[in-house]
């Protein structure tokens, strides 16, 4: 298989404008970057031939990325750990930014996390010739790492690599 990881900020990712200003001008950078992001996705798929888009999103919203690939008829399936999943292996929301766990439970917690994302990547393989990955950038790498000892030909891109983007929507809105 041929991957692509393209590393993210989450705030991109729901396909919802989440901004909200009295003259619509958060709306509207909101919407330009979530765009941006769209045809940056829709690119990758038809450039590079995607037949499967795995993402790392929340569960019960939907992304840009589902969105684009139900327009491009490529498949798409959200490859982080459910709700449940997550629970019954005692991985707490809000882990990583939780100033009192231990960090080797919070390395435990993303090596658990990461082990899933492979497998559900993997579980595509035979039957898709090129992947494209959308994961937050605390992931990139390690997934990376393993796709590649598993075999696969992996490219990795960031995000903020991308000259429109912007990554500290904050301070950036609160300039607007």
């Given at each position: 298989?041929?991957?692509?990881?393209v590393a993210v900020n989450h705030q991109i990712q729901p396909a919802q404008i989440m901004s909200a200003s009295t003259n619509g001008s958060l709306e509207a950078f909101e919407g330009d970057q979530k765009g941006r992001f769209g045809e940056l996705i829709r690119g990758h798929i038809r450039n590079r031939s995607v037949q499967f888009v795995g993402e790392e999103t929340r569960y019960g919203t939907e992304s840009i990325a589902q969105r684009v690939c139900d327009q491009e008829d490529c498949l798409h399936a959200n490859i982080d750990m459910n709700p449940q999943e997550r629970e019954r292996r005692n991985i707490p929301a809000g882990y990583f930014e939780d100033p009192n766990l231990p960090e080797p439970e919070k390395k435990r917690c993303n090596e658990e996390r990461e082990d899933h994302m492979v497998a559900s990547v993997l579980a595509e393989d035979g039957k898709v010739e090129s992947v494209?990955?959308?994961?937050?950038r605390l992931h990139a790498e390690a997934i990376a790492a393993r796709l590649?000892?598993?075999g696969h030909h992996v490219k990795m891109a960031d995000l903020r690599d991308e000259d429109w983007y912007i990554?500290?929507?904050?301070?950036?809105?609160s300039n607007l």
């Open positions: 298989m041929h991957v692509l990881i494209l990955v959308i994961c937050g590649v000892q598993s990554e500290d929507w904050v301070v950036h809105m």
